[in-house]
């Protein structure tokens, strides 16, 4: 890809957004199968030659942070601790970044091993995504029995002291819509920060339709039987979750919130005007966004013997060319004019 583009320091675009929160998926692979993401036979994982080591995922990071603005990172998925060696590579990326925020997105199914080397290893925060408290649902949803793996995933989370623990939840109408109000109720008792996803069109079954999901303000209304909820005082600062206070329903004006809960509405109340996401996929990628069509490969540079100078190039390049919005010049997932990407959100790196 040729890209005619001014030259500047940082990852730009054209729209003025500049990214400095890296999201890098450490492996296509995943033990779950959830209903929103992948399809119940899997797919055709990378090979392990396609995927790229632990040293090139350091070097990237570092082309990232130290000539390019990146200053937070996460790693994600597919699942990240399916990767044999997460430990090792969060270890490697912390003594490179002493002070870079290192999170992880997981679900959890084999984090009771690995929270405490986790944190040993230099990772600041986890995400953990759990859908219900139902194991019969969990089962349903993920077409894995791994329910009580993942509690006690979390538990072993929260006694390493990877907090704040924040959990993600998709509901899908007719399976887990109705288990809302128990979740955040459960993640209030335990100090964790829930946050409702609205579910996005990037299921390989390409099952997703605007009418069937559910909604932000579908979601307000049913917590609000519950609970009472205002906006957080604290500045979002370009994060894709709203924030809310949460109360009691018949709480006195001035009583303390029970905790917050965030509300990430893709699709209905979409913030890709504030986006300061880059996306590196598990085989050296990059995606400017979640649902760019156009892919930028790094990881071939990289093997070819290019320095950091040209790939920092290329990877400037490919951030020029982000689109507006939802991987075109507008928001709109479900318009006439969207185009799914080919990728599952297990391939993309969530
Ligand atoms: N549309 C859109 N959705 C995103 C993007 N990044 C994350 N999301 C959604 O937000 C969900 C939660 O993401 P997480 O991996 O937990 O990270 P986060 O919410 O960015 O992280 P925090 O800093 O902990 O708030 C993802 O599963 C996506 O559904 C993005 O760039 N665009
Ligand atoms: C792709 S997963 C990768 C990390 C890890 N496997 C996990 O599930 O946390 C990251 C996040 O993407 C979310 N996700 C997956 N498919 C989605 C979809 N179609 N719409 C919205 N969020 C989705 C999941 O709920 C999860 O919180
Ligand atoms: S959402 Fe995460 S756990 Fe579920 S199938 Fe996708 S990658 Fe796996
Ligand atoms: S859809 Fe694309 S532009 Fe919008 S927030 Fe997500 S990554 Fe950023």
Known sequence: MTVERPAFEGLRDRFGRVATDLRLSLTDKCNLRCSYCMPEEGLAWLSKQAVLSAEEIVRIVGIGVDRLGVRELRLTGGEPLVRADVVEIVAALRAAHPDLPIALTTNAVGLTAKAAPLKAAGLTRINISLDTLHPETFAQLTRRPFFDRVLAG????????????????????????????????????????????????????????REGMITASEIRDRLSEGFTLSPDPRERDGAPAERFEVRPRNAAAGDPPLGTVGIIASVTEPFCADCKRTRITAEGKVMSCLFSREEVDL?????????????????????????????????????PDFVQPDRSMSAIGG
Do not use: S
Request: hydrophobic share 45%; net charge negative.
């Open 154 to 209: 979390i538990e072993a989370a929260d006694a390493a002291e990877l907090g704040p623990i924040k959990i993600n939840a998709v509901l899908m109408r007719g399976i887990n819509d109705g288990d809302g109000a128990e979740l955040l109720e459960w993640c209030l008792e335990r100090g964790y920060e829930l946050r409702f996803i609205e579910q996005m069109p990037l299921d390989a079954d390409h099952g997703w339709t």
């Open 299 to 335: 990881r071939d540079l990289l093997r070819g013997g290019a320095d950091d100078d040209e790939i920092a190039a290329r990877w400037q390049d490919a951030m020029w060319v982000k689109p507006r919005a939802h991987g075109m010049g507008h928001v709109g997932l479900g318009a």
